[in-house]
């Protein structure tokens, strides 16, 4: 479970917006806070049982703002990732927050679609680098698709072509129990190419019609296994 811990000064907004999160399969809400200093107080109590991994984060609170929250994380070297989600539009509070590593800058309003596209998008980029990461570290090209995942999102709806997606889907329900496939080798058996394979195994899992872990085994890094869930 990826645990989050939500930041928003307007109570009712940040009792939505955890319920928005919870909603999302693999996010859990571990604490709200309603101002900055919460915010900092909830991540060193957090620290010290269940680590967060993720902020969302409001960049204007009534006591101090966003940035000096993210300064003040960054500061004790807390490793939890930060999506802001706030109505600020001024370019250079867009720009700081992105040089503090800000992932996703979501601005209100903002429908729980919205919310999920970013938050799934989250989850591959961290399942891309962990199954990335080997004995000799990670590699450009696994470097470059983690981060693709937090630009764009799973193949748009109108760009899936309905016998091609049902290809994948009868590869992956023949695929033998527990094992699952990967992109490669739906590929294989499908004739598409990996990119191809691979976007419309992303569709499945954004749809919750797939889940992916990664694979290890043999030599070279892990690679990403794509099973079918119930709901395929």
Known sequence: ?????????DPLLAAGHADKVSAVPGFTVVAVANSGRQALAAVGAAGERTPIDLVLLDM???????????????????????????????????????????????????????LEERLRAYARFRADVAAASGDHGIDQQAIDEALSQLRTSAVPARGVAGP?????????????????????????????????????????????????????????????????????
């Not at 993210?70 to 509070?93: E, F, G």
């Not at 927050?97 to 919205?114: D, E, I, N, R, W």
């Open 1 to 9: 479970m990826i645990r989050v811990l939500v930041v928003e000064d």
């Open 60 to 114: 204007t609170l009534p006591d101090v703002d966003g940035l000096q929250v993210l300064r003040a994380l960054r500061a004790a070297a807390v490793p939890a990732d930060v999506i802001a989600v706030t109505a600020a539009r001024d370019p250079a509070v867009v720009r700081q927050s992105l040089s503090m590593g800000v992932v996703q800058y979501l601005l209100k309003p903002f429908t729980a679609a919205a």
């Open 164 to 232: 091609t997606l049902q290809a994948v889907v009868a590869a992956l329900r023949e695929a033998p129990a527990g094992q699952g496939l990967s992109a490669a080798e739906v590929a294989a058996g499908t004739g598409l190419s990996r990119v191809s394979a691979r976007r419309y195994l992303e569709h499945l899992t954004s749809a919750g019609r797939a889940r992916r872990e990664p694979r290890y085994g043999g030599s070279g890094r892990p690679e990403l296994a794509y099973h079918p869930t119930p709901a395929l």
